[in-house]
């Protein structure tokens, strides 16, 4: 082969290997959507707290709302920026 051939076929290769590892979902996809279905969670919402000295504030700021169906995947989810609007649905 030539060696731009060779080039090319490095990078075709290198390319498909790339976009293989970047767009495949996590391994532990299902473990997750498993527990998720045993333990009958329909809903989670997480929030962030400020630190002082070691000790967290009392009021906590929503950042993330998720709702799952009935076995475990996530149906929705909503996303909160610093100052609690809706960053994206």
């Known amino acids: ?4 051939i060779n080039c090319a076929v490095v990078i075709f290769i ?8 970047s767009f495949s979902q ?3 996809l299902n473990k997750e959507s498993a527990k ?3 333990a ?3 809903t989670c919402t997480q929030q962030l707290f400020d630190y002082v000295f ?3 504030s009392k009021d906590g700021k929503k950042f ?4 799952f169906d009935k076995n475990g995947f996530i149906t929705s989810q909503i996303a909160y920026d610093k100052n609690g609007e809706i960053d994206y649905k």
């Not at 082969?1 to 731009?4: D, E, L, V």
């Not at 290198?14 to 590892?21: D, G, P, V």
């Not at 993330?64 to 709702?67: A, G, I, P, T």
């Open 1 to 4: 082969m030539k060696p731009s």
């Open 14 to 21: 290198s390319f498909l290997l790339m976009t293989q590892n």
């Open 26 to 28: 996590p391994k532990d």
């Open 36 to 38: 998720m279905k045993v």
């Open 40 to 42: 009958a969670i329909k």
């Open 54 to 56: 070691g000790e967290a």
């Open 64 to 67: 993330l709302y998720s709702e």
